[in-house]
């Protein structure tokens, strides 16, 4: 089992950057696909970014590159979503997400993930 707890959502105004945070514990945390789903009201939660444990290989959703970076401090077991020239339209709950080992990035990206954390509150302002 994996335990995951977000922090760092809030309100920024267009153009602005936020860092979100996500600890894990449970697993080895290193063995794992680790990523980021956001859900705006309304719509179904989409893939964000994803990033291989045992490779460091980055996956971006067309919407968020060069405008997100997704990274991992394994000895704190944490992943961070760096997210930069924030646009209204990224306003949504965002979701810090683990996949288990063995799985895709594509799987993880399109099917879900295996753990979910409970969501924090990203909203930009125009």
């Known amino acids: 089992q994996v335990q995951l707890v977000e922090s760092g959502g809030g309100l920024v105004q267009a153009g602005g950057s936020l860092r979100l945070s996500c600890a894990a514990s449970g697993r080895t945390f290193s063995n794992y696909i680790m990523g980021w789903f956001r859900q705006a009201p309304g719509k179904e939660r989409d893939f964000v970014t994803g990033?291989?444990?045992?490779?460091?290989?980055?996956y971006y959703a067309d919407s968020v590159k060069g405008r997100f970076t997704i990274s991992t401090n394994n000895a704190k077991n944490t992943v961070y979503l760096q997210m930069n020239s924030l646009k209204p339209e990224d306003t949504a709950v965002y979701y810090c997400a683990a996949g288990s080992p063995g799985r895709s990035i594509y799987y993880f990206s399109t099917r879900g993930a295996d753990y979910w954390g409970q969501g924090t509150q990203v909203t930009v302002s125009s």
């Open positions: 990033i291989i444990g045992t490779s460091g290989s980055t």
